[in-house]
Structure formats: structure tokens, C-alpha cells
């Protein structure tokens, strides 16, 4: 059967590397989702990561306590994003398919930063690459970074990974009676105020007609079974 999509921008969930006893990372989380990468990868998906930092700091909550400006938690937060990366890439190359951090914030003993010519040409060599740091300045969220991304890398769509497994009429962990869509557009989840994901990301993805699939990490191989169409999930379309 022939593929919705081939080259995905996947959104990991930073919060969903957490491990239950409070560390910011689960080495199993981490062995699975690289599993998991490397199986979609074995089925002809070109995979570009971008990965969340709430299993460490959102810059928005922390400012919110009054002890540090927002530009200032969010330039922790993205480096968050580069310590999840790192442990993500890892995981991946010890899986066995070749992963590289690039970052938005120049950090060059740590990793590469990120250029768009490099990154499609280790795209284009089967590498899995793994983008860093957000978009490199404060009041954004890792969720407009993937789409942004997405779109420079010519991906046919950006799969969010996340912690519920698609786009609901309501947050389904506080509204019980939310229903799930199969199916919305861009513009409806924007008239709706849908908060899965914000909306200067569903905006930009809107302007650049790029689909975002909203499933949950919380199924075995769930990038994979998302994709494949074998696991639940919301299409947002233009
Ligand atoms: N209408 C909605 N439909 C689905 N989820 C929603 C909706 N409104 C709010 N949410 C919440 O959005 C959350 C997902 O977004 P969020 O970016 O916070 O998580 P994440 O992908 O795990 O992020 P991070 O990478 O920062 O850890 C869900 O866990 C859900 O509770
Ligand atoms: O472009 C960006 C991306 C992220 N940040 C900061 O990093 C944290 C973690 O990202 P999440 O998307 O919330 O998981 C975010 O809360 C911001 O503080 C940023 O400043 N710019």
C-alpha cells in the first residue's frame, strides 16, 4: 500500500522520556522510541525529530513563579531540548541507524549547528537527524519548531507524539466528556482554540499546507503504528 507520507517531522513528547521515579530520563523510554524510529525508518519513512523539554523546564510555567523572566526560562528551556536531543540520539545510534544533533543554538563542542542544506543531505543519505534547541529564541514552543522545520525540510507532514492520542474537542485529561476528531482542518483547530498544540504552529503549518497527525506515544511502537495507520490518531489538514 502506498505511504500518506514519506518524509515525517515526528514531534516527540519531551515529557514522555521522564522516568517514574522523577529522573528526566527513562533508558527503557529511550530504547523503545529508538526501536521504534529505526523500525519506520526500515519501512521506508524519512525521519526528522524535533523533541519537546517538559520532562525538564517550560520556560511559560517557570516564569510564571515570579523568580525569573520569561526570555531567560526560555533559553533553559531550549537547552533542555539540546540535553533530550543528545539522550535521543544516543538511543538511536545505539539501535543501530545513524542519528545527528543539530541545534539552533550554536554550541559546536556538543554538536553541529543546524544548517538546512546539511540536514536535507543527511535526510537524503538515510540518516535520522535530530533538530535541537527549538527554533533559537524565547516565547516559542518545540511544537511551532517541528512545524517550521517540517516545512524547510519538505516534509509531507509533522506526526506529534504526544501524551493523548489526537486532537480532542476539549483537553481530554481535564473534560472527560471531550470527543476525539478523525479528521479536522487547520482553520477549525484555530476557530476552536484547540490547545494540543499552539497556535502560531498550527498558523504556520496552515500557511505551508502541512498536515500535523496528533497520536499517542503510549502504544506499543507507536510512531510506526501511528503511521501506518494501526494506532488511533487526528489528521489536521489544510
Ligand atoms: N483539544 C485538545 N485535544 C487534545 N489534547 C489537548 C487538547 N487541549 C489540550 N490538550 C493537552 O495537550 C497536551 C499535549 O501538548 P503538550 O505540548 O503540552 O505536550 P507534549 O507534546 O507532551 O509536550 P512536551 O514535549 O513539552 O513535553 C496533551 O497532553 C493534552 O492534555
Ligand atoms: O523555539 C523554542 C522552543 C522551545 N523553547 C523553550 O523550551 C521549552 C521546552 O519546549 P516545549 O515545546 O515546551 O516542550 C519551552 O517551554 C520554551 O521555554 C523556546 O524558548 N523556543
Same mark, same amino acid.
Request: proline letters at 4%.
Given at each position: 500500500?502506498?505511504?500518506?507520507?514519506?518524509?515525517?517531522?515526528?514531534?516527540?513528547?519531551?515529557?514522555?522520556?521522564?522516568?517514574?521515579?522523577?529522573?528526566?530520563?527513562?533508558?527503557?523510554?529511550?530504547?523503545?522510541?529508538?526501536?521504534?524510529?529505526?523500525?519506520?525508518?526500515? $519501512? /521506508?519513512?524519512? +525521519?526528522?525529530?524535533?523533541? %519537546?523539554? #517538559? @520532562?525538564?523546564?517550560?520556560?511559560?510555567?517557570? &516564569? !510564571?513563579?515570579?523568580?525569573?523572566?520569561?526570555?531567560?526560562?526560555?533559553?533553559?528551556?531550549?537547552?533542555?531540548?539540546?540535553?533530550?536531543?543528545?539522550?535521543i540520539e544516543n538511543a538511536i545510534n545505539a539501535a543501530g541507524v545513524s542519528a545527528r544533533t543539530m541545534s539552533a543554538v550554536s554550541m559546536p563542542t556538543i554538536c553541529e549547528t543546524y544548517a538546512r542544506?546539511?540536514?536535507?543531505?543527511?535526510?537524503? $543519505? /538515510?540518516?535520522? +537527524?535530530?533538530?535541537?534547541? %527549538?527554533? #533559537? @529564541?524565547?516565547?516559542?514552543?518545540?511544537?511551532? &519548531? !517541528?512545524?517550521?522545520?517540517?516545512?524547510?525540510?519538505?516534509?509531507?507532514?509533522?506526526?506529534?507524539?504526544?501524551?493523548?492520542?489526537?486532537?480532542y474537542s476539549a483537553d481530554p485529561k481535564k473534560d472527560p466528556s471531550a470527543i476525539r476528531f478523525e479528521q479536522l482542518t487547520h482553520d477549525e483547530a484555530i476557530a476552536q482554540d484547540l490547545k494540543v498544540m499552539d497556535t502560531a504552529a498550527f498558523a504556520l503549518a496552515r500557511e505551508n499546507k502541512l498536515p500535523i497527525i496528533v497520536g499517542s506515544v503510549h502504544f506499543p511502537s507507536s510512531i510506526t503504528a501511528i503511521l501506518e495507520g494501526t494506532a488511533p490518531s487526528t489528521v489536521v489538514v489544510p
Amino acid at each position: 500500500m502506498a505511504k500518506r507520507f514519506r518524509r515525517v517531522l515526528v514531534k516527540l513528547s519531551g515529557e514522555a522520556l521522564a522516568a517514574h521515579d522523577g529522573y528526566w530520563f527513562d533508558p527503557k523510554i529511550l530504547a523503545g522510541f529508538a526501536h521504534d524510529i529505526v523500525s519506520a525508518t526500515a $519501512k /521506508g519513512y524519512e +525521519i526528522a525529530i524535533v523533541i %519537546g523539554g #517538559g @520532562n525538564i523546564i517550560r520556560g511559560a510555567r517557570m &516564569s !510564571a513563579a515570579g523568580w525569573i523572566d520569561r526570555a531567560t526560562a526560555d533559553a533553559m528551556g531550549m537547552l533542555g531540548t539540546v540535553m533530550n536531543s543528545l539522550a535521543i540520539e544516543n538511543a538511536i545510534n545505539a539501535a543501530g541507524v545513524s542519528a545527528r544533533t543539530m541545534s539552533a543554538v550554536s554550541m559546536p563542542t556538543i554538536c553541529e549547528t543546524y544548517a538546512r542544506q546539511p540536514a536535507l543531505r543527511y535526510i537524503e $543519505k /538515510g540518516q535520522t +537527524i535530530v533538530l535541537a534547541g %527549538g527554533t #533559537g @529564541n524565547p516565547f516559542f514552543t518545540t511544537d511551532t &519548531s !517541528a512545524v517550521l522545520r517540517a516545512a524547510e525540510l519538505r516534509c509531507d507532514a509533522v506526526l506529534k507524539a504526544t501524551q493523548v492520542d489526537g486532537v480532542y474537542s476539549a483537553d481530554p485529561k481535564k473534560d472527560p466528556s471531550a470527543i476525539r476528531f478523525e479528521q479536522l482542518t487547520h482553520d477549525e483547530a484555530i476557530a476552536q482554540d484547540l490547545k494540543v498544540m499552539d497556535t502560531a504552529a498550527f498558523a504556520l503549518a496552515r500557511e505551508n499546507k502541512l498536515p500535523i497527525i496528533v497520536g499517542s506515544v503510549h502504544f506499543p511502537s507507536s510512531i510506526t503504528a501511528i503511521l501506518e495507520g494501526t494506532a488511533p490518531s487526528t489528521v489536521v489538514v489544510p
